[in-house]
């Protein structure tokens, strides 16, 4: 009887150990599903940071709302609007304190593909590094957090988020560790694969593009354009890292879209690559964005310097800008060219068929309509 005891103790113990190993997963252990095309790689995310639903809804969340700004007058998404494929359609952004920036604001679109983050920085390639700078930067400010970080954190202690850092982390007290983590699964999650050039490049719908945009393609890959070289692979950017390609290519490129002083120099306030690396020949190089939805998120270059897909092909075709096209240390693609105006047209038929209108009009990328989300 002692043994028969013992035998079915030991059956508990295992019974309750094959229980307690069969639990279901938290919702911050669940498996992400990318629901990417399919053939399309899967981006690279860092082994601290795994995906999960649970944290891109809380990274959503916090990305729509103006309580992460140390004034409570922006929020992520103020400077990324996800109609204008998360950039927004003004010269340079401003931050929380009204100051200006120098720089255009990018889209986020496929930003989970970038081996490097910002115009000009070749040392940021984790989203992670990349989201400090606009939470904690004192020069520009953007959100303008630091000196106020108290302050911000209490905001997020309301029961509405401490479920959702509950999900996301097993834990439900905020911190800006787990809010940066959230922001970056968000971000990362804003992948964009469904445009016309898509459906006719990767699902066989020969009817999917208008023939003008067809006569375009063939102009955006041949030599005599050149485009490709910096706008190439399936997110057009030479920017690109997945599971399947780890190589850097180093994308920053000076177009030629200055030379001040007739020697290559880029006006003082901003000088690309170099104020980062410190070599002479990386002066005026910035990297080369996405083209994906690029008919959205107008206007244009590091600096929003060019307002329209036509002004950027009259730039490309004169191999620079004013003084720009003598350039000492542009790149060897911008030789410049000259095309016709249906050329042109049927080009600018291209670049469109690349927006993703299912992806900008998506209500997965819009938050719902709340008075916490939207107080101005």
């Known amino acids: 009887m002692y043994t028969a005891k013992l035998i079915n103790v030991s059956c508990y113990l295992i019974l309750g150990s094959c229980l307690f190993a069969c639990k279901p997963p938290s919702l911050a252990q669940k498996e992400y599903d990318w629901n990417l095309p399919k053939g399309f790689p899967i981006p690279l995310v860092p082994k601290e940071n ?20 140390f004034n409570q007058s922006i929020s992520c998404a103020s ?7 998360f950039s927004e359609p003004q010269q340079t952004a401003v931050g929380s304190s009204g100051q200006r920036h120098r720089r255009n604001t990018q889209s986020l679109v496929n930003v989970a593909y970038n081996s490097n983050l910002t115009w000009a920085h070749s040392g940021l390639n984790q989203i992670e590094q990349q989201i400090l700078i606009p ?26 988020y401490s479920k959702l850092f509950e999900d996301a982390f097993d834990d439900s007290e905020a911190d800006f560790d787990k809010i940066v983590k959230a922001l970056a699964s968000y971000v990362r999650s804003l992948t964009s694969f469904d445009s016309p050039f898509d459906q006719y490049a990767y699902q066989s719908d020969d009817a999917a593009m208008s023939e003008a945009a067809k ?28 599971e399947n390609q780890i190589l850097d290519l180093r994308p920053f490129h000076n177009t030629g879209l200055y030379n001040v002083n007739e020697r290559g120099a880029y006006p003082i306030d901003d000088q690309g690559l170099i104020e980062v690396t410190l070599q002479p020949g990386d002066m005026g190089k910035f990297r080369a964005p996405t083209l994906r939805n690029v008919e959205v998120s107008a206007p244009y270059m590091h600096d929003g310097s060019l307002a329209t897909l036509d002004d950027v092909i009259e730039f490309y075709a004169a191999g620079g800008k004013g003084h720009g096209t003598l350039n000492p240390l542009k790149s060897h693609f911008l030789a410049g060219f000259v095309l016709q105006l249906q050329q042109k047209q049927d080009l600018i ?13 998506s209500n997965l990328n819009y938050p719902p309509m709340s008075p916490q989300l939207h107080k101005n």
Do not use: W, Y
Not at 79 to 85: K, R, V
Not at 226 to 241: D, K, M
């Open 349 to 361: 038929a291209f670049l469109h068929s690349l927006t993703d209108r299912q992806f900008l009009n």
């Open 50 to 69: 795994p995906m999960s639903v649970a944290k891109v809804t809380l990274g959503k969340s916090l990305f729509f709302d103006v309580d992460l700004s």
């Open 215 to 242: 006569r375009g393609m063939e102009l955006f890959f041949s030599e005599k354009l050149e485009c490709f070289h910096c706008h190439g692979g399936f997110n057009f950017t030479q920017s690109s890292q997945h």
């Open 135 to 160: 939470m904690f930067s004192e020069d520009p400010v953007e959100l303008g957090i630091t000196g106020h970080e108290s302050q911000v954190l209490r905001r997020f202690e309301k029961l509405k």
């Open 79 to 85: 400077c990324h609007q996800p109609q204008f494929a």
